[in-house]
């Protein structure tokens, strides 16, 4: 029988030895695109092009930038570890604590900072006051106590729409000195109560009916969550931020909780009271009349049934821990040690459980990314790179003979638009607040006016976008708006705000003597 010969295909990797060698691999260029990609999507560790940029930034200043003459080279150096710090924390290579680690990292490892230098921002005060507002957070939606106060809100004033918006709104105003995060407020307390009030209503999300009553109580919250988070130095954790950052450049604010209170009073107030109304004209709702939700809001109060144990110790310690936050100097009980009272409460009764402090992992990624930015901060003042960028500025600011009042409005509305490029209102304070500040302090700002009215923007542009910060992506996610008109929306009420602020919050600011 003939026996027919037929030629064997080899594999696509593997061609024949020459003179003997062995056989060598051959990759086609779709096996190498395809096994790219799939060492892509099972990637799992830090984001490429934002962490390339972020450290390229930092590298940049280091390498093509001469010291300046008179600047310790030390700080040089530092000062391109906290730009690729900053960069990171806006580029989002990792989440912002394990980013500021890395920062941390470095800054130690090339011997820039000494261990003792690093970490000693991780003892401040003010850092551990925001970590124990998380707690106390907690401890408000998991009582049921932040539920039923809104609740209560809406049965009193919930007989129309825009009811419904003021009673929401000044809910808000008196929760949030409990509860330092307006993201926790806006997703654990405003929106399940709006969403049930919206669908009652017959106004759904992802639907043209979410115009009917839906669309307008989100704005309406989102809002209102930048005007309430400046009432109370705790109502939100960058306002903290904004004061020890100010402290770093000399500006130091006495009886810190009673004058941020006393400097946003007034303004806050007439923002919270007017908001629902310009929104109301602005973006208005179908349905005006909500008969029905005071009856709702009855209804869910009765299954709630009496204030429980739990919620009524919540209740009394937060009190407690307000009062001390206001008169506590004149006991000498400073801001932070009542907040460690009022938490050991919360332990002692069983409120809270520590296991319920250990799951707060927002709190203690706030740990890590505030205590890195503050350490660093203030060793670039100590190694005096900060007074030299201010002098800098005051003489390009003089050679403008521009007049201080023109640079604080100005610079508050720069620092304000300037937030379409940040997602998020923390990173924004780290990165460009102390740079503002030192601005218009180099400009002849007074030091209070430039520090608080610069904290209090850093509040104000939360909901110019939908990624403008964490409320502001957890309301646009519920569905009840399109982006073109969260986009139309929140640019009007930006100028409705600046105006409000920079008009009579000044006026108010000269009248209790900010400058």
Avoid at 80 to 94: A, H, K, R
Avoid at 319 to 324: K, R
Avoid at 463 to 484: M, N, R
């Amino acid at each position: 029988m003939e026996r027919r010969l037929v030629a064997r295909k080899e594999p696509s990797w593997k061609v024949q030895a020459h003179s003997g060698s062995a056989p060598v691999p051959m990759v086609s260029a779709a096996g190498v695109k395809e096994a790219k990609k799939g060492w892509m999507e099972s990637w799992e560790g830090a984001k490429i092009v934002p962490m390339v940029a972020s450290i390229a930034i930092g590298l940049a200043l280091h390498l093509f930038c001469p010291v300046p003459v008179g600047v310790d080279p030390r700080a040089w150096k530092l000062l391109s570890i906290f730009l690729s710090t900053v960069t990171g924390l806006v580029l989002g290579p990792l989440p912002v604590g394990a980013w500021a680690f890395a920062g941390l990292t470095v800054a130690v490892a090339t011997r820039t900072l000494s261990f003792a230098e690093a970490f000693g921002a991780f003892s401040n005060e003010v850092i551990w006051l925001i970590v124990i507002s998380f707690f106390f957070a907690r401890g408000f939606i998991q009582t049921g106590l932040g539920e039923r106060v809104a609740t209560l809100f809406v049965k009193l004033y919930g007989k129309s729409t825009m009811g419904l918006a003021y009673g929401l709104t000044f809910a808000e105003a008196i929760i949030s000195p409990a509860m330092p995060s307006s993201t926790a407020r806006a997703g654990g307390v405003f929106l399940p109560i709006i969403s049930s009030l919206s669908l009652s209503n017959g106004s759904k999300p992802n639907d043209p009916s979410s115009t009917k009553m839906g669309a307008y109580l989100v704005q309406t919250q989102l809002q209102a969550a930048n005007a309430s988070s400046n009432l109370f130095l705790t109502g939100s954790a960058q306002n903290l931020l904004c004061l020890k950052l100010a402290q770093e450049l000399g500006v130091v604010v006495p009886n810190a909780w009673m004058t941020w209170l006393v400097g946003s009073i007034v303004p806050t107030f007439i923002s919270l009271a007017l908001t629902p109304f310009v929104l109301y004209k602005i973006f208005p709702p179908e349905i005006t009349d909500t008969p029905e939700a005071p009856k709702t809001a009855e209804k869910r109060l009765q299954e709630m049934g009496p204030m429980s144990t739990n919620e009524k110790i919540m209740l009394a310690t937060m009190v407690l821990a307000v009062g001390l936050w206001m008169f506590g100097d004149m006991v000498g009980i400073s801001a932070v040690v009542a907040a460690m009272m009022g938490l050991c409460t919360l332990l002692l009764t069983g409120v809270l459980k520590w296991k319920d402090c250990l799951n707060e992992t927002s709190a203690w990624d706030t740990l890590v990314w505030f205590a890195v930015l503050i350490g660093m901060s203030s060793q670039l003042k100590q190694m005096g790179l900060v007074g030299f960028l201010s002098d800098s500025v005051a003489q390009a600011l003089t050679s403008l003979s521009l007049s201080w009042p023109v640079v604080y409005v100005g610079l508050n509305v720069v620092f304000f638009y300037i937030h379409y490029l940040f997602a998020s209102q923390t990173a924004h304070v780290g990165a460009l607040y102390a740079a503002f500040t030192a601005m218009a302090l180099a400009a002849g700002v007074p030091g209070i006016l430039a520090a608080l009215s610069l904290a209090y923007t850093s509040n104000l542009f939360g909901a110019i976008t939908h990624y403008a910060s964490g409320q502001s992506a957890v309301f646009f996610g519920a569905g009840y708006q399109e982006l073109p008109s969260y986009f139309r929306v929140g640019f009007l009420m930006s100028i409705f705000y600046m105006v409000v602020w920079m008009t009579t919050g000044t006026a108010w600011w000269k009248i209790v003597g900010f400058f």
